[in-house]
């Protein structure tokens, strides 16, 4: 007995690599839209280790770029990366007061991104289920 197969080898490649850009988009939107809603528009400060409150549109900053090799989900305004960032961890930063002094001012760990990845986590593996 004998078995011929052909495999056009390009063509699934193509295919893998098609479904895999696909499933990295929707993956980023997904966790994009899970970390848009945590934020909750009030006034005042969010309790420490609770995603931040959005006073100015913060929330609307998020974007994400997805290409075949990853996707960047977070703020992308160059001015607000380093907000993002000592939102998400935490830390200190020297700014002016309303005497125009600089003074240090200590922000508590508000994550946004961790939290969003850990709850979307499910959502995104099964974005994957099947792809090919």
Known sequence: MQVRLDLEL???LQAAEAAGEKAFRRAGAYLR??????????????????????????????????????VIVGPMAKRLRWLAAL??????????????????????????MGPALEKSRAGILKMWKNIV
Do not use: Q
């Open 87 to 112: 939102h998400e961890f935490g830390g200190t930063v020297r700014v002016k007061n309303r005497k125009n002094e600089l003074v240090i001012a200590r922000y508590p760990a508000r994550p946004t």
């Open 33 to 70: 839209k899970v970390a848009r809603s945590s934020i909750k528009r009030k006034s005042g400060a969010s309790t420490p280790g609770t995603p931040p409150h959005d006073h100015r549109g913060f929330r609307r900053t998020f974007a994400f770029y997805a290409d075949r090799f990853g």
């Open 10 to 12: 390009g063509k699934v």
